[in-house]
T-cell receptor, first 111, second 115 residues
């Protein structure tokens, strides 16, 4: 699995967009980029995933650079409920859906 | 989205006893489930892959005789922490999906405290 690097923590003002970066410079061609988040004392929650193209769903947008060496998760209008640890995971389909979590980014949304 | 139910949410037990944690996929069949452990202020650590009808696959460093995994049906996997000790106190989380190419859904976790 490709190793991912994320900032340890970030702050964001409520109502503003939260942009969470992730570096995955060793990602291989068949590895997807997944984003999950974990609110305190709960199980992780799926947010979004992508391979090459940018993706958007009701929760967030995922922007993947053309060389696929980095990506950004965008929460368009952060709320206090978005305060959580956000995990970026690069995973190939040869592993099925087994996910290996890194340290993640602690996002604090402040009013 | 799909729902994964985990029970109990928290459990306190005496040292030396065994504790069973259940993980159920409520609205889909899961041929594979995964078990994670998380210590305070740390990330999730994958413990094992639970395969329906066959033996679980354990990650390096995880004692298979200590953490017994049973996946008897397509909707249920259990993790039994045998002869629990205080160092086994942790947050245990299961996950499942309907297909190896589908995203994982996670249970709400079980906080185990061993006295």
């Amino acid at each position: 699995d490709a190793k991912t690097t994320q900032p340890t923590s970030m702050d964001c003002a409520e109502g503003r967009a939260a942009n969470l970066p992730c570096n995955h410079s060793t990602i291989s061609g068949n590895e997807y980029v997944y984003w999950y988040r974990q609110i305190h004392s709960q199980g992780p929650q799926y947010i979004i995933h992508g391979l090459k193209n940018n993706e958007t769903n009701e929760m967030a947008s995922l922007i993947i650079t053309e060389d696929r060496k980095s990506s950004t998760l965008i929460l368009p209008h952060a709320t206090l409920r978005d305060t959580a640890v956000y995990y970026c995971i690069a995973q190939g389909d040869e592993y099925g859906n087994k996910l290996v979590f890194g340290a993640g980014t602690i996002l604090r949304v402040k009013s | 989205g799909a729902v994964v139910s985990q029970h109990p949410s928290w459990v306190i037990c005496k040292s030396g006893t065994s504790v069973k944690i259940e993980c159920r996929s409520l609205d889909f069949q899961a041929t594979t489930m995964f078990w994670y452990r998380q210590f305070p202020k740390q990330s999730l650590m994958l413990m094992a892959t639970s395969n329906e009808g066959s033996k679980a696959t354990y990650e390096q460093g995880v004692e298979k005789d200590k953490f017994l995994i049973n996946h008897a049906s397509l909707t249920l996997s259990t993790l039994t922490v045998t002869s629990a000790h205080p160092e086994d106190s942790s947050f245990y989380i299961c996950s499942a999906s309907s297909d190896r190419n589908e995203k994982l859904f996670f249970g709400s976790g079980t906080q185990l405290s061993v006295l």
